[in-house]
C-alpha cells in the first residue's frame, strides 16, 4: 500500500511542481504546437504553445512508481515495468511524431503507416514478453485467453496449438494496444479533454487491481472454500501502483494542461497513455472491458470512421459538421469548456458502468 501512496503522491507533485520549467524548456526548443488551417478557427490562438507535454508525466509516472518501491522497500514487479514499458515505447513514437511536426512546422510528422509499423513493433515485443517469464504459481504476466471481467475459459487462444495461439495471442495484444493508443490521440483535440477523461479510465485500474489482490488466489483474504471467487492475475497491487502512479502525474498535468492550455501532451503523451491504459487491460485480465472504460476513446474514434466512410459513399457529403466529434459540438457554437466537462461526464459514466459491472461479476458469483 505504501509504494502505491507514494507512488501518486510523487508523480503528481512531479507534474504540479516542475511543468513549469518544461514549459519554459520547450519554449526554447521551439517545441510548439502547429494548428492545421482546416481545424476549427478558434484554435489559431492556441499555435505555437508548447507540446509534447507527455514527457513530463511519462517521467512522472516512471519516477513515481520507482520512489514508491524504493520507500515502501518493495520488489518492483514485471508486470509493472510492462505497463511502463509500453507507455514508454508508445510514447516515444508519439515523441517522434511531435518532433517532426515541430521541426517541419507541419500537422503531418510520422506517416500514418510509419507510425502504425512502429505501434505494431512495440506491442509485439510487449506480447512477446507478456507470456513469458511465470511466477512461482505458474501465472505469467498476461494470460492465454480471452477475458472480459476475467478469463473466458472457453476462449483459450492455445486451442489452436502453442505456435499458432501464440501469433493469433499478438495479433490480439497488438490490436488493442493500437486501437487504445490511437483512440485516446483522436480525442486529445482539445483542452484538457484526453487528460481528464484518461484520469477516469486510468484510476478505474486503481480500484480493479487493488480488488484482485483482496480477492486474489494466491494470498488474497478468501478462504479455500471461496477459491471459485478468487482472481488469478500476477501481482494485482502492482498493477494498482503503477495505475496510481500515472493517474497522479495526470492529475498534477491537468493543473496546467487545463483551458486555457499552457502545455499540451502532444502525440508523445496520448499514444503513452493509450499503451498504458491497453497494457493495464491485458495484464489485469480485463481486455474486453475496456470497451466501457474507455468508452468515450470508442465514441470519438468511431465518429472519425464514421464521418470519412459516408463521405466516401455519399461523394461528398458529412454527417457531423466536422470530426473527431468534439470538433463538431465547437462547430455548433458549444464553448470548449462546455464539451470538454460534458465529454469528461461521458467518460466518468462509462468507466463507472465499466466499474460497476466489473464488482457485480464478483457479487453474483
Given at each position: 500500500?505504501?509504494?502505491l501512496?507514494?507512488?501518486?503522491?510523487f508523480?503528481?507533485?512531479?507534474?504540479?511542481l516542475l511543468t513549469p520549467?518544461?514549459i519554459?524548456?520547450?519554449?526554447?526548443l521551439?517545441?510548439?504546437?502547429?494548428?492545421?488551417?482546416?481545424g476549427?478557427?478558434t484554435?489559431?490562438t492556441?499555435?505555437?504553445?508548447?507540446t509534447?507535454g507527455?514527457?513530463?508525466?511519462?517521467?512522472?509516472?516512471?519516477l513515481g512508481?520507482?520512489?514508491?518501491h524504493?520507500?515502501?522497500s518493495?520488489p518492483?514487479t514485471?508486470?509493472?515495468?510492462?505497463?511502463?514499458?509500453l507507455?514508454?515505447?508508445m510514447?516515444?513514437?508519439?515523441?517522434?511524431?511531435d518532433?517532426l511536426?515541430a521541426?517541419?512546422?507541419?500537422s503531418l510528422?510520422l506517416g500514418g503507416?510509419?507510425?502504425?509499423?512502429?505501434q505494431?513493433?512495440?506491442?509485439?515485443?510487449?506480447?512477446?514478453i507478456?507470456l513469458?517469464?511465470p511466477?512461482?504459481?505458474g501465472?505469467t504476466?498476461a494470460s492465454e485467453m480471452?477475458?472480459?471481467?476475467r478469463d473466458?475459459?472457453?476462449?483459450?487462444?492455445?486451442t489452436?496449438?502453442a505456435?499458432?495461439?501464440?501469433?493469433?495471442?499478438?495479433i490480439w495484444?497488438?490490436?488493442i494496444?493500437?486501437?487504445?493508443?490511437n483512440?485516446v490521440n483522436?480525442?486529445?483535440?482539445?483542452?484538457?479533454l484526453?487528460?481528464?477523461?484518461s484520469i477516469?479510465?486510468?484510476?478505474?485500474?486503481?480500484?480493479?487491481?487493488?480488488?484482485?489482490?483482496?480477492?486474489?488466489?494466491?494470498g488474497g483474504?478468501?478462504?479455500?472454500?471461496?477459491?471459485d471467487?478468487?482472481?488469478?492475475?500476477?501481482d494485482?497491487?502492482?498493477?494498482?501502483?503503477?495505475?496510481?502512479?500515472?493517474?497522479?502525474g495526470?492529475?498534477?498535468?491537468l493543473?496546467?494542461n487545463?483551458?486555457?492550455a499552457?502545455?499540451?501532451?502532444?502525440d508523445?503523451?496520448?499514444?503513452?497513455?493509450g499503451?498504458?491504459l491497453?497494457?493495464?487491460?491485458i495484464?489485469?485480465?480485463t481486455?474486453?472491458?475496456?470497451?466501457l472504460?474507455?468508452?468515450l476513446?470508442i465514441?470519438?474514434s468511431?465518429?472519425v470512421?464514421?464521418?470519412r466512410?459516408y463521405?466516401k459513399?455519399?461523394?461528398?457529403k458529412?454527417?457531423?459538421?466536422?470530426?473527431?466529434l468534439?470538433?463538431?459540438?465547437?462547430l455548433?457554437?458549444?464553448a470548449?469548456?462546455?464539451v470538454?466537462?460534458?465529454f469528461?461526464?461521458?467518460?466518468g459514466?462509462?468507466?463507472?458502468?465499466?466499474v460497476?459491472?466489473?464488482?457485480?461479476e464478483?457479487?453474483?458469483?
Amino acid at each position: 500500500m505504501i509504494p502505491l501512496l507514494v507512488g501518486a503522491g510523487f508523480s503528481l507533485a512531479f507534474t504540479l511542481l516542475l511543468t513549469p520549467l518544461f514549459i519554459k524548456l520547450f519554449n526554447r526548443l521551439k517545441w510548439g504546437q502547429f494548428i492545421r488551417d482546416d481545424g476549427p478557427q478558434t484554435h489559431h490562438t492556441k499555435r505555437g504553445t508548447p507540446t509534447m507535454g507527455g514527457i513530463v508525466f511519462i517521467l512522472g509516472s516512471g519516477l513515481g512508481y520507482l520512489i514508491g518501491h524504493l520507500v515502501g522497500s518493495t520488489p518492483m514487479t514485471l508486470v509493472g515495468v510492462l505497463v511502463l514499458f509500453l507507455m514508454f515505447g508508445m510514447g516515444l513514437i508519439g515523441f517522434i511524431d511531435d518532433f517532426l511536426k515541430a521541426r517541419k512546422q507541419r500537422s503531418l510528422g510520422l506517416g500514418g503507416w510509419s507510425k502504425i509499423a512502429g505501434q505494431v513493433v512495440v506491442a509485439s515485443v510487449f506480447a512477446l514478453i507478456a507470456l513469458r517469464f511465470p511466477d512461482e504459481h505458474g501465472l505469467t504476466p498476461a494470460s492465454e485467453m480471452i477475458s472480459f471481467v476475467r478469463d473466458i475459459p472457453w476462449l483459450n487462444l492455445y486451442t489452436f496449438g502453442a505456435i499458432a495461439g501464440g501469433i493469433i495471442f499478438a495479433i490480439w495484444v497488438t490490436t488493442i494496444i493500437v486501437g487504445a493508443s490511437n483512440g485516446v490521440n483522436i480525442a486529445d483535440g482539445l483542452d484538457g479533454l484526453a487528460t481528464g477523461a484518461s484520469i477516469f479510465a486510468i484510476a478505474s485500474y486503481i480500484f480493479i487491481g487493488f480488488w484482485q489482490f483482496n480477492q486474489s488466489c494466491f494470498g488474497g483474504r478468501l478462504l479455500p472454500e471461496n477459491a471459485d471467487f478468487c482472481y488469478t492475475v500476477r501481482d494485482p497491487l502492482d498493477l494498482a501502483t503503477v495505475a496510481a502512479a500515472i493517474a497522479g502525474g495526470l492529475i498534477g498535468f491537468l493543473w496546467w494542461n487545463t483551458s486555457p492550455a499552457q502545455i499540451f501532451m502532444g502525440d508523445t503523451g496520448s499514444l503513452g497513455l493509450g499503451g498504458a491504459l491497453a497494457a493495464l487491460a491485458i495484464l489485469s485480465r480485463t481486455e474486453l472491458l475496456l470497451l466501457l472504460i474507455g468508452g468515450l476513446f470508442i465514441i470519438v474514434s468511431g465518429s472519425v470512421i464514421l464521418q470519412r466512410a459516408y463521405f466516401k459513399l455519399t461523394k461528398g457529403k458529412r454527417i457531423f459538421l466536422m470530426s473527431p466529434l468534439h470538433h463538431h459540438f465547437e462547430l455548433k457554437g458549444w464553448a470548449e469548456i462546455t464539451v470538454v466537462v460534458r465529454f469528461w461526464l461521458i467518460a466518468g459514466f462509462f468507466v463507472a458502468l465499466g466499474v460497476g459491472i466489473f464488482y457485480l461479476e464478483w457479487v453474483t458469483r
